[in-house]
Structure formats: structure tokens, C-alpha cells
């Protein structure tokens, strides 16, 4: 084995594309390397070498003396040598990955640094405070990643210096202080650790590297793997390169840059950064840093080669760098770049300005934008340009901003929701038991839970803004107040939340309604230039199809009928209808519901006008439409109590008895769907009527309605059947009197296994099939939505279970193995059979390079997520979805 | 064409295999010819000629001529001509289609009557009076079925004439009477049918055949062939035959017999007869037929000759025979042949003995029983041997007897059993809403509804016997009582009913306990020879176990835990358990219940010592444990107007709180299986405890538990990784402690179709899969069993849309593809992984036999199922199954 196997590569034997090898930092600092920039040299040990170890314990054979051969390589190139007094090399020895796990492994700086290797540091720099410094930073890394003894001991060791000498930040401590707390550094060290700190510099190198070896199966570490579905088998690669200082003076300096502004996508000088200072010192925070601006005033000479460096860099990734850079006593070096994020709206218009500036192709730009990223754009929000007194900040858990009076309890919000009034439901945290006041609620926000918490799952599952653990919040229940910074706000004040940011503001703030803007225009035609899969929407009322329409929809992939049964002028009549005890009763609701369906068709089919609308008759339980039966029961116990009431509670009680016998055990798997239409005389009739009736209004008046009725909850080839005959008996029997000609096609959901797994036998009925996600995904996982998102799902994802809600992407193995089948058999027997998704996945970026995938005709979503799924769709053509799961 | 299909067989040109040609009836009647039996001769007209008749509504070229000829053959042979006044040939037509369709279609006797050739009948036989009684009957039934001429203005006439004449019964009617008869008969025709009764028998024979032919499509034929699940294109053939005539006098005859006592299986004399009479005069009633013994008397040389027949018959079919003969003027004829029905009973003591006769060989005994047949016997039922008092008698909804109290509404019911007595549930009809009143009957009586009504229904689903459409009952639910034949009883008279024969009997009737008698033990002995699949059971109880293991069962195939988590010392400690609010209170639940469960256990393991138990975990939602929700809100709502009763309120309002909390919109889909062990610590751990301790003390006392424990509702790889890791860590704990070796197996049922879709990955951990086809029915049909049986399923059932029951049987293109991908799948990551079923498809005959070809290691059915069981797998070996459905 030994010699077949490379594992140390110096930097200019690299370049971007060895990733899995040498990690991502150590691959781009090859690639920098190469493009003949400044980069302090150095190099890498492969992420094999770190599985090696990872599997036995030690070095695979040759590593040790590849690393000394590397390393007198990089001794010989810099004229200096580790540990040798009079001309130290120092190197910093760092982690990097395939995939980026921030802060989740170790770093060890200023290595090689001993006693007598100091004095060497302190001829070379001339600052002997710079010195001790250094290695007492050294000392304090070293001992807490490699030998274990905590930095807390050093820290105090540190305060207690400062203290003694009266002092409050740590540049006011002199050499002699440093010195001192050199020496009282290593007394911890031993007495804690049990030896001395380790002197000799090719052992620290060797210890450094095992402990970043080791750092990849620390339990953080393989939490965040577990958690964002890293494999463990990537392993990490270790970086060893020379030191640079940017604290060596005021001509030294570091910082952090950006080729553009990653907030607005502008062109314009963006970074920030802080003259004699190490990094660790920007991230701290402690002194504010300066301006590019202030950097191009204050260092113009490097300013222009970092300027460069910028432009060239830019021009070679294609894309919109963030990089790190050091300047040490006017030397610029070149320490780190990566593409960088960016907000929706810069994506957008980077993606736009780069295509315009000849640096990409639409193709390429289209990548460039992570469709979930619009959800951003496409909710209403705070406005970003202006300020907001923000009372505290909590995690963004499901985006959108909302405006209400503060309520702290569930039966309150319901109340007060119902009086007409917007309210924001304010909780420590929620449980099933608020199932209600978050329905009622415009927004919810928590102090405690994380990003799947209760709160933020079933927010995010009905599109609702929510804010979890926004933990400076302090709830008092008793007195219905919280408190934060000193700040009380009651129950009844005015705030907006911004589920977006996690920002919280007193008071109304102005939001700014969801657009198409024009960087979002150029991108979706770019889209709809390239995708093949047509994009519709779900929409049950002819706003929302307008609106769908506006957002580029071309049709409608599901108009549920069930809105059209609810309305004030409507419920009574469909109550008739369910507890009619003759089919002349029953007739007669039918007869008066009829006209107002079909007025609502007209509306929907106007705004389609020329586009296909699949309508799905009536589909969920019939007593959703009755009154509540626990309701119903204690509203007759409280009659039962009231003197001289028998009449009414007579009444009361024959009422209940009827809910009652409607009452269902499990309903989503009960009476509904085709089983209403083939259980129910005349209900599918009156449907078809209203539709077919409303369609010839509109042809008579010029207008081109495509038409298409889809069957619910079929699993059997008969149910389809049954209904199409009676489907088809009423569609022509309106077409015949109103003598006018409209095409229409008859097919059906895909929403349960059964449907799946017979679909070649129900595409001999079906002109279409409509993946039905949401049911099928409760049928095929045996997952009650309305009970997993409250319940067992976010213990679920916690716990690593599932790696993903797959309520909101779509279960490929399960669920989509499922409609593969289908969808093939299906088409073996109909040529032709158009298919689409019109379950929420149809909105998802996944689930639409997927649906894309197995070949499906058009993806349905609701109105806002249109333009994503059109972004999706042509991304799906590319093939270059980021799996947003990782 | 012409020419090259023969459309027209005689009858000695056929045989018993040309039944798909010839029809049931026809290709026994060529096989009673060809064995040299006194058949009268004739010929059949092929199903493929009927056929062609379905498709154009005429006859195929070359039929016309080919019957001419057939005919003329028969006229030469007998030495008699159609219509011929002088020695007249007269024939019957009757349809016979490929499967048997009792009543269905159409028969004409007496063919070839006219004015002529009843003249030369007159001459032939000498009776005036038979000859013009024949005559009018021919007319009567022609003028019927072929010239829509109804029945009943023929039957009107003839009453008129009996009350002119002053008699009472037919026979007492002269020649004389019946020549006027005849001619007021053809007056009928002519009035009603618009034109005369056709003289020409040629014509009246091609009119015959076309009415048979049509008959197959008749609205009432058709519905037939639905139900049962017939192919409409199998057609019927047409069998034309001399007629015989019973009638003649006093050495003429009709009768029916059978080779062997089909009640009771014991070879004997049985059958009965009746002396001048036509086979209609049997079937009607009006006389009392006489017994063999009596034949065997009065018509000695024909009842030897009978009997020779029989037994040829017998040795021939190699199976009981069931016949019809005619002795006409002394001479005998056998008109027909078949395998006679006969009881459960019946069928093992004949199939028993004519293995010991050397007849038939153990295999072919096997195919002879009906599995479902042996569920008569394995019910407690009412003893054949007695005769009881029957008030009334209905539909033999669902098998079984039962005795208890009447009760005419639910919550009385509900109440009464809550009370520890025993109800019969009494209704109209139920809905339900009557579902409560069901369960907590014995057993459920109705009034109205067939074999497909919502009681009949359900009854059957929950096992319990039912008797349905007993519609000489009138109900009066005013005032709590039920008239039958002026016979009145009341709510709290005890009655008996009996599901398997529809009987109602006022008072207690003592009922044969189920029990496996000899000759059921042989064939079950002789079953086991043959089977490759095991046969397991489902037991929760030691008691249910032992009883199993009585019928044969080879182990658990589902021993359930929640049962273990019920009973009053139990059910508080659980509802700590759901209820706690800190680990510690719910441990200290957790470990109180562990001793109780250890002792069932023990049971359990003992009472099958040395063969495999299957134990699954904790599986229903954990409300099941919980008061009802609804209970709880009346309760309070009644405290709240009970003064003084603040306290109790409150408590009771917190406890609501917390029920609510539990409470789930489908609990199907909801918090129960593997999501119980995952999401609640400790639950798991200690059932496993319990489990292996229990395992432990038997090793302990030199017994020889098999466990094998079982993760439900598994969806997910991990789910069952997760509980897998906790059921060996628990498991192993016991097992170092108690110094003993207990090996067991973790495997996990397949329930969801996820879980049958992904069964690969699955595969990877599990040891075994169990099939658990009652939720996986639920979940791939979308069906909650709870609310179809009592509400859509009914309706689907009636109107065909399902052709039976897929709780009950499987079913096969949906369910059943899944079990197949999942067992194929599995087997090829685990080669020895063990495959079984343990929903109630189990225990059915035809869901046995697909389990067996899926190559399944065993069934598992309740204990009285498992004799069927054993008896199916057997036959699934065989591949000779009947199609129950058929």
C-alpha cells in the first residue's frame, strides 16, 4: 500500500474540483493558489487519510513522512523552519470538509511556537508584545483542542491579570504582562493536562492533526451530520499553511469581502475589516470594523490588489464571491473565498446583472436562484430598506409577516378571531391542545422551541408567519404581559411579527405586499424559455385564479368544490342536503345550491378563460359541514338545565342524533371522496350541472372554457366508473339544451395506494391522473397530517427519524415510488393520459425536479408558490436542484 | 364459416368435460348416456351458438339445418315425428349454462303440442285427461316465456274453473274440464298476445331456443351473474329432450335422491318421490312426498334399478350424487345428475369414508370440505339432532348462536351488559349509530336488510351471530315488543338465535359447544400431512392459547399487548403512564405495571411451551386508555350546575385538558405503534422486561420459550432501528442478569405500504416480517374498517362496485400486489427471513391460498379459525380452493 496512495498535496498540486478529496477550503485554496494570487502557502492531507485514521486509530502507512517531506518542501520555499530559533516557521492547521459544517470541528493557529522558537518570532517582528502574545493564543488553542484542558482555566487566568492590573481590554496588557501570563499558562497546562506542554514542533504538528482527525467524530460533529444528512464517510481533510498576522501593526489589517452587495445584489464595494487584528477579533466583535470605502482611503495601494483579486475571482467562480483576506505590514494575502450568500433579491439581481455583463448564460443564472428563496419575495414582509425598533429577535420558523393584537390563551384568540378581530398568538410554547388558536391566529409567536417545534411545524404546514424561541421574551400567564428588555407589552397591544427575520416590532408596521419586480420577471421568462413541465395552480375562487393567472399559472390543476359548499348562504342548504330524509328533500337543497355553484364557476372559468381548469367534486367528510357534535352535546346538557327549554331541547337532541350517525372513527378514510358521489344520490349531478351550466354561459358570451372534472379518493376502477357514467349522463344533457359544443375530459385523483397500485386498470377510465400528494402521503406513511405535525413529527425529525417533513417534500422512496409506478402503468395503457401533482409538494423545488423526473405533464400549486415552481421547473431541465435538505 | 363449427351435439356425442360447450346440465346428461344410464335421448345446442345469438340477434349460419338434422336422427330413433298427429314426438327445452344459475333462465316442457299431434298424445297414452292437462301447461308456460304472455290471467282461469267446478285442487278437474281450459287458454293468447298460439312445432321449437337464448341477457339473469362475479360471455347452452312424463298413472313417478344422507353424510337410503306426478309437483309442495324406503316398496324392480344408477353414478363422479328421475308406466329415467350439497357434517363423514371405501384418496377428501364450511361447526350452534321450538326464521347473517335477553334499544343494551347481563340486540334495522348497541349484544336480530345489511355487516365483522331480515316480525318500539305469528315477546324474554341457519327460538336453547370431532380430526390429520405452511393463531390470554393449541395451532402469530394494559388493575397505572407529567412519575407507573405483564407472559410462554410466540408491542393510540373525551365535557358540564361541586370541576376540567391533548382527528394515522416506543421513554423497555423475564423464570423451570418480538406500524428504516437498539439493550439486560440463554428474533409487521415499499431496506434489520393485512387493507384502500363496514361498504357490496368484503377476504390486486413486492423484496436482501399474516385474512380460505403461493412460512387466524386454516393450506397445495365468491 504505501507509496500507491498520495495523501498530502501542497496547494498549487490542487484546484477547485478535488473537493471530496481535499475538502472545500483546502480545494479553494489550491484553486487561488493556481490563479496566482496570494496565498500563504501551504498544504493539504486528504479526507482519506482522515478516514484511515477515522477506522484504526493511527496514521495510514507513509502519511508521517509524506507530511515531512511537505513540510521541509514548504521550509525550504519560505527559508524558514519550524521551531528554529532564529527564523521560525509558524503554521496555522485547520479543518475543511467536502460540505461545509460551520464551527462544528477545530482550528489550531500560530503553531510551531515554543520557547526558543519565540525569540526567533520576536527578531523577525521586532514586537515582542505581538510575541507573547502569540503565544500565549498558541497555548490557550492548543491545550483546549489537543490535550483537553479547558480554555475557562486560561480565560480566568486572563481576568484576573486584567484585574490586577486595573485594566479592561486585553490590548492594554503589556509584554511583560503577556509574558507573565505565558508562564502561568503553562503551569495550568500541567497541572490540569498532568505534563508539560509539548515543545517540540513536529509533535504539535502530529497532535494537532490527530485532534482535527478525531474533531470529525466528535458528538457535535456527528449531530450536525446526522441532522443535515451528511454522510460519515466524507471525513474532513486538514489544511496546514504558513501564518500571516494582520495585528503585526497598523499596516497590517484583516477582513472579510464581497464581490457584490449580498443584501441587494448591487455592484459596490461591500466588506468590512479592522487595522492590527487577527480574525478571531472581527468575529468577536469587540471593535467596530471599518468600511471597504475606509479601506480603499486608508491602504489604497492594497486595496487595489485586493480589488483585483476580487474581480479576478469573481470572474473565475462566475459567481458572487465571500472571501478572507489578511494584510500583514502591507502585504495583502488571500486566506479564503467561497460563493456567497445572498438574500432572494440579490440572487435575483446578481443572476440578471451577471447574464447582462456577458459573465453567465441564462442557463447558468437560473441556478443561481434557490426557488425557496422566493418564498421570501412572495409573502408579505418587512421591508428590508427600512428601520424597525425590532424588541426582540427569535428564530425565523415559517415565513411572512402578520399584524395583530397580542392574545396568551387559545380560547381567547378563537373568540376574539371570530369577533373579526387580527390577533398574534403569543405562547411559551404550543402543544395540539392550541391546535385552535393558531388556526385562529393571524401569526404565533413563542419564547421556547426551535425551529420544529410545535409552533413552527404546524405553522409552517398552514402557511402561517410564526417566531419560536424568541427566548429574551419573558411570559407572565397571570397577569397576561410579557416582558422583554424592560419593555412590557400587554395583552391587547399592537405588534408585528416578520417570521422571515424572527424580528418582532411594537406596533403596526407597514408591510410590503408580494411582487413580481423585474430582476423576478427576467428570471421566470428565462424559466419559462427553458421548462417543458407546465406550471398551474390550485385555486378554488376566482380571485385566487386571477392572482394564480398574474403569477404566470396556466390553468387551474385543482378547484376544490368544497368552498362553494361553506358560505352563510350556502351551509344551511348543504345541512339540508346531508339530513334530508327523503331524495325529494334532499332534491330540493341540491336544486338551490346549484345556481350559486355555478356563478362561482363562472367566475373561475373566466378568469382561465382559454386555460384548463380541473375541478375535483365534492371530496371531504360530510360532517365538516355539520355542527360540532361535542358542541351539539353539551349545548343539550346546558338545555337540559334551563327550565321551560324541552321544546328546544327536543330538538337539540334529534339534531345531535343525526351529526351523530354521521360521526366517523377516522374520517379521513371514511365517507368522502367518491364515496359521498356514489353513496349520495344526486350530489355528483348537481355538481357536473353547475359546472356544465356555467361553462355554455360563457361560450355563449365568446369565451373559451376548458373544462375537466376530476373524481376523488378512487381505489377501485368501478367508483370511477360509476361516477364518470353519471358525470358524463349530466355534462350532456346540459350540453344538448344549451346546444353549444364543450370539450371536456373526466379523470381522476391519485391519492391512495390502492390507486396507485391498479392505475393501469383505472387508465382505462381516467383521461387524466392527478397526484393527489397530501392524501397519499397520509395513506401510503399511515401519517394523519392533522395528528403528525402536532405530535410524533417533530419528535420525529428531532430524533433524526425522518429527514424531512414529508408533508412539504415529497417521500421519494415511499409516496414517489408509488406514483412512479403509477404514472408508468398508467401510461402504458393510455398513451396520451395526461398527468400532473396538484398535493402542496407540487410547490416544492424537490418535489418539482422530481414530478419533472418521472415525466409528469404540469405541476399544480397554490397561487404564491407559482413563480417558484415555474424557477423549479426549468432548474429541473438542468438537473441542478440543490438538494435543500443537506 | 358455415359448416366448419358444429353448433348441435347429441347427447351421446358429449361428455362431462364439455361443460364450457354444452353447459352443466347438458355435459351430464352426455355423461349419463354414454354410461349406458336410461337417459331420454336429445341433443344440446352449444353456448357458442347462444353466444353469437348475444351478439347479432339471430342464428349463426348452418344452426337452422343442423338442428333439422339432429332432430330428424332423434325422430328416427324414437320412431316418432314432431307434431305428428299420430305418433307425436314431444320435447322439453331448458337452458344450462357452464355455472349453475338456479332460476335464473328459462324451461319449456311439452314442446310439439298442438291440436294435431294432442290427438295423437290421446292415442298413445290412453289418458284424455293427462294429454289436454299436458296441453295447457305447454301453452301456459310457452305463452309465459316466449310470448309475454303473463302467467297469471292463465292462472286466473283455472281458479275461475276449479270455483265453477266447486274443487279445491287440480286434480280433481276432468278431461272435460281441461279440454275447455285449453281452449279458453288459446283465447288468452290470442287477446292478449295479439295473434294465435302457434300450431307449427317447428316453429314453436326455434321460438323456444331464440327465448332461452335471450333469457341469458335478462335484467334479472344478468344481476345474477354480477353478484356473483360470472362472466356475461360465457353463455348458455340449450338442451332439447324427449319428454318423460311422472303422470301417467299409478306406475308412473318423479323424484329426487341422493347417494349418501347429505344432512347427515351416513350411506343410506334418502331421497323422496311422488307417485303421478310431474317434477314441478315436488318442488311445489302441494303433496307429501314419500321416502325411498317406501319406493323401495311399492315400485321394487325400478327402486333396484334406481339404485344400481346411483351407485354407478356414485363410482363414477366419485362423489355423493345428488339426482333427478321420472319412472314413467314402470320404466325409469334419469334426468339429471350433480355433486350433492351437503352440511359441514356431512361433508367430513362422506369424504372420511370414502377414503376408507377406496373411492376417492386422501387428496381428493381434502378438496370435498369447504373450509368455510367448518365454521358451522366451530361456532357454538344449535344440535341438527333436536328439534326446537322456532318462533321464526331469517337470513343466516352471520354464524353462530347466542342467547340473551331482547332488548330493543342501544343504550339499554349498552347499560344491561354494562350490568353483566346477556342481550340480543333487536332492531328494524341498525345504522351507525346502533353501534354501541352491537357491540354490547350477544348477538343482533333484524327485522329488515339482507346478508349485506349494515347489522349483517358488522355482526359478521366482529364475529358475533346475527340474523337478519326476519320479516315476519313485527317490531313495535313503542311499547317494547315484537309480534310473530300472534305470538308476542317482550323486552327482557330470553330467545336463541342461531346465525348459521337464520332460526329464532324463545327461551334458552342449549347450544353444542365447537369441538373437533373424528372424522374432522382425520381430515385435518391428513391435512397436516399435506401442508408446507404452518398454521399459527392469534392470542392474547393464556386461556385462548391453550384453546388454540387444541385446535392445532403451531404457535402466536400476534399476541397483543394492549391487552395486557387493560383490566381495572391495570388501567389506572396506564393512565399514569400516558398522563405523567415527569419521567419519574411515569416510570414509577411503568414499573408497577411490569410485574402484571410478566405473569400473563408466563401464561402465555407456557401454554406453548416449545413453539414460537410473536409479541407485539404496545400498538393502539393511547386514548383507547383514556376516558372519552365527550364523557368528560358532559361530566363537567354537569358539575358546573351541580352547586357545591367546585372542586370536583376543576379537577375534572384538568383532566378533560389532558384527555384533549391526547385526542386525535384520525387515530388510525395517529399516535400508536412504533410511534408509542419512540416518542414515550420507557415503554417499550419495559414490556421487553416483562417479556424476557417471564422468558427467564420458565427457562428457569426447564420449559422452552420461543420469543420473537414485534415492532408495529414500522414505516421507516429507522423507526424500527430505534426500537430494535432499545429491545436488545432491555432484552440483554435481563437476560446477563438472570445468567440464562433466551434466544429471540426482532422483527416487525407490515401494516403500511411504505413499510411493504420500502421492505428492502426494512429487511436489513428485521428477523421477520408479519403481514398485518387488517391495517394495510385500512391504509392502501383508504377504508377506516371502523366507519365502511358500517356505512359505505354496505352500499359499495350492493351496487358491485367491491365484489366482497376486503376486510374479510383479501384483496388481491391491491393489498395483495404490495404483500408480494414486499415479501419478494424482503427475501432477496435476507434470505431466511420468516414471513407470515396475522391479520384476519388468516383465517380465510381464499387469502390462505394466495398466502400460500406468495410463499409465506405460515398463517395466523383466531383460535377457532385455525382448523379451517390448517384445512386451507392443504388445499392451497392442492390448488383447489373453490372461489368463495363465486
Redesign the interface.
Known sequence: MSGSTKYVYDFDEGNAKMKNLLGGKGSNLAEMTNLGLPVPPGFTITTEACNYFTDTGRYPEGLHEEIDVHLAKLEARLGKKLGNPGNPLLVSVRSGAPISMPGMMDTVLNLGLNDESLQGLIAQTGDERFAYDAYRRFIQMFSDIVLEVKRSFFEEELTRKKQERGVGLDVELTAKDWKELVEKFKAIVKERGGKDFPGAPREQLDLAIRAVFESWGNPRAKLYRKTYDISDSLGTAVNVQTMVFGNMGETSATGVCFSRDPSTGQRRRYGEFLINAQGEDVVAGIRTPHSMDQMAEELPEVYAELEAAMEKLERHYQDMQDMEFTVERGKLYMLQTRNGKRTAAAALRIAVEMVEEGLIDKKVALTRIQPEQLDQLLHPRLDPERDYEVIVTGLPASPGAAVGKVVFDCDAAEQKSQAGEKVILVRYET???DLHGIIAAQGVLTSHGGMTSHAAVVARGMGKPCIAGAEAMKINMQEHIFEVNGLVVREGDVITIDGASGKVILGEAELIEPRVDKNLERILGWADELRTMKVRTNADTPEDARRAREFGAEGIGLCRTEHMFLGEDRLPLVRDMILAETDGERQEALNALEPKLREDFKGIFMAMDGLPVTIRLLDPPLHEFLPN??DL??EM??LK?TPGERADFEEKEKLY?KV??E?????????RGC?VG??IPGVTRMQVQAIMEAACDLRHEGLDPHVEIMVP?V??L??LQ?EKEEIIAAAEKVIGERCVTIPFTVGTMI????AA??AA?IATEAQFFSFGTN?LT???????R???EG??LP??LS????PYNPFATL?F???G??MKMAAAAGREVRHDLKLGICGEHGGDPQSVRFCYEMGLDYVSCSPFRVPLARLAAAQAVLGKVEDATK
Open positions: 402543544t395540539p391542545d357534535l361535542m352535546r353539551v346538557e346546558e338545565h342524533h351523530r350517525a360521526h366517523e372513527v377516522n374520517p379521513m378514510l371514511g365517507m364515496r356514489i353513496s379518493l381505489g377501485f368501478k367508483e360509476a391519492e391512495l395506494p390502492r397500485l391498479t386498470e392524501d397520509q395513506t401510503t406513511l399511515g401519517f394523519s392533522d395528528d403528525a405530535k410524533f419528535i420525529y430524533k433524526g427519524i425522518l417521500d422512496d415511499g409516496v415510488k408509488l
